[in-house]
């Protein structure tokens, strides 16, 4: 789903116009740079949590030059999902049912 979509599926499950949910939504966001920004965390119960994660400085070796590099310490932001979008995407599994076709048994056989 891209921005354009998502405006529009706002503005059906809101009942306001695509100029407003698109308003709406471009606020929403800014929001969130903004408190992320100024290393706030933005939770939203049951959907998640944005924050700022600091990751440490290391070494990585270049793949053209084979040259060991030193990348600084930097401020990222990162997104933790909540309990309930969790559950929303979860693809649950039926249970497998004992003595289903195909393969061959297992055994405890060494090969030499």
Not at 54 to 80: C, H, L, M, Q, Y
């Amino acid at each position: 789903m891209n921005k354009a979509e998502l405006v529009k599926s706002l503005a059906e499950k809101a009942g306001v116009t695509q100029k407003e949910a698109g308003k709406i939504l471009d606020a929403t966001v800014a929001t969130i740079q903004d408190a992320l920004a100024s290393g706030d965390k933005v939770q939203i119960i049951g959907f998640g949590t944005f924050e700022v994660r600091n990751r440490k400085a290391r070494k990585v070796i270049s793949p053209a030059t084979g040259e060991e590099i030193e990348v600084p310490a930097t401020r990222v932001p990162a997104f933790k999902p909540g309990k309930s979008l969790k559950e929303a995407v979860v693809v649950k599994e039926e249970p497998k049912k004992a003595g289903g076709k195909g393969g061959k048994p297992k055994t405890n056989k060494k090969k030499k």
